[in-house]
């Protein structure tokens, strides 16, 4: 299975329509905050965007960069939290495809861009941002080396750069299938002493590594308790998650209460 099709199982456009339709934002006008149940693709949803975003500090009229942004939510967040531009990129075609769509319906497509692409190969100029985020993309990432100091060079000296992963735990061997991945073949857990680590060696500075696991284990308790699907909002993370969704938050859940997994936030600066 591709990236691509791990991300999207299936038709997600008419998924993502259907959705719209039926929550009937299709025929108003509609802010960012209306997206947010559907655009925010990780198991705390909006409250985890928030959390990271309290903890950096960007300027207004800045660039910042949302390296595997996904639909574009948290990049819409940061961009009218702090009144910045927002330039994301994703492997996946199809949510940078629905993200621009979403900018467009929410009015902020001329402060948010999203582009298609690989976090390991970013198409921007050295020293282009004024800070950075990455919100649960780096368990995908073999090579974190490479994405590190890809992020690295296109930072400006003493950008705020904060992202999010869940974590290699003290006893490893996660329980598949989980949100970010079927098998281990898709799967590339490091401790957080390894990050904390390899961020040194490229030359990031002022690390903070904060816990979020208890965090976690209760935001996946209120999503399972949406299980049943009858009782299922119209928008939310199972939209864009297909039908496995249920399962893979379970195991994810069962695995960070297990220290199978460590999720956890990283803020430092170039
Ligand atoms: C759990 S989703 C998080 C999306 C978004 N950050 C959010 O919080 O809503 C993980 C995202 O990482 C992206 N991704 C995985 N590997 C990537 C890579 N090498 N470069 C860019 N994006 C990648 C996936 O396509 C997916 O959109």
Same mark, same amino acid.
């Given at each position: 299975?591709?990236?691509?099709?791990?991300?999207?199982?299936?038709?997600?456009?008419?998924?993502?329509?259907?959705?719209?339709?039926?929550?009937?934002?299709?025929?108003?006008?509609?802010?960012?905050?209306?997206?947010?149940?559907?655009?925010?693709?990780h198991?705390?949803?909006?409250?985890?965007?928030?959390?990271?975003?309290d903890?950096?500090?960007?300027?207004?009229d800045?660039?910042?960069?949302?390296?595997?942004?996904?639909?574009?939510?948290?990049?819409?967040?940061?961009?009218?939290?702090?009144?910045?531009?927002?330039?994301?990129i994703?492997?996946?075609?199809?949510?940078?495809?629905?993200?621009?769509?979403?900018?467009?319906?929410?009015?902020?497509?001329?402060?948010?861009?999203?582009?298609?692409?690989?976090?390991?190969?970013l198409?921007?100029?050295?020293?282009?941002?004024?800070?950075?985020?990455?919100?649960?993309?780096?368990?995908?990432?073999?090579?974190?080396?490479?994405?590190?100091?890809?992020?690295?060079?296109?930072?400006?000296?003493?950008?705020?750069?904060?992202?999010?992963?869940?974590g290699?735990?003290?006893?490893?061997?996660?329980?598949?299938?989980?949100?970010?991945?079927?098998?281990?073949?898709?799967?590339?857990? @490091?401790?957080? *002493?390894?990050? &904390?680590?390899?961020?040194?060696? %490229? +030359?990031? /500075?002022?690390?903070?590594?904060? #816990?979020?696991?208890?965090?976690?284990?209760?935001?996946?308790?209120?999503?399972?308790?949406?299980? @049943?699907?009858? *009782?299922?909002? &119209?928008?939310?993370?199972?939209? %864009? +998650?297909? /039908?496995?969704?249920?399962?893979? #938050?379970?195991?994810?859940?069962?695995?960070?209460?297990?220290?199978?997994?460590?999720?956890?936030?990283?803020?430092?600066?170039?």
């Amino acid at each position: 299975m591709s990236f691509e099709e791990f991300w999207t199982r299936g038709d997600i456009h008419e998924r993502v329509n259907t959705a719209l339709k039926d929550a009937k934002l299709l025929d108003k006008k509609i802010e960012i905050e209306d997206l947010f149940p559907l655009d925010q693709y990780h198991a705390r949803g909006i409250k985890a965007t928030i959390d990271l975003a309290d903890k950096v500090n960007f300027k207004r009229d800045s660039n910042i960069i949302d390296i595997g942004c996904g639909l574009g939510g948290p990049a819409r967040y940061f961009a009218k939290k702090f009144d910045c531009n927002v330039y994301g990129i994703d492997i996946t075609g199809a949510f940078i495809d629905i993200g621009n769509y979403f900018n467009k319906l929410t009015q902020v497509d001329h402060k948010v861009k999203l582009l298609k692409g690989d976090g390991e190969k970013l198409p921007y100029e050295t020293e282009f941002f004024d800070g950075g985020l990455s919100q649960h993309v780096t368990m995908n990432i073999d090579n974190r080396e490479q994405f590190f100091n890809e992020a690295f060079r296109v930072l400006k000296k003493g950008a705020i750069f904060g992202f999010s992963e869940h974590g290699l735990g003290t006893k490893g061997n996660p329980i598949f299938p989980l949100p970010w991945a079927d098998s281990e073949n898709m799967s590339f857990l @490091k401790t957080p *002493e390894f990050t &904390t680590n390899l961020l040194k060696k %490229i +030359g990031f /500075e002022n690390i903070k590594v904060i #816990s979020t696991g208890e965090k976690y284990i209760s935001g996946y308790d209120t999503l399972l308790k949406q299980g @049943k699907p009858d *009782e299922k909002p &119209t928008l939310g993370i199972h939209v %864009i +998650g297909g /039908e496995t969704m249920l399962e893979r #938050s379970k195991n994810s859940m069962q695995s960070i209460i297990e220290n199978r997994t460590y999720p956890f936030e990283i803020i430092c600066n170039k």
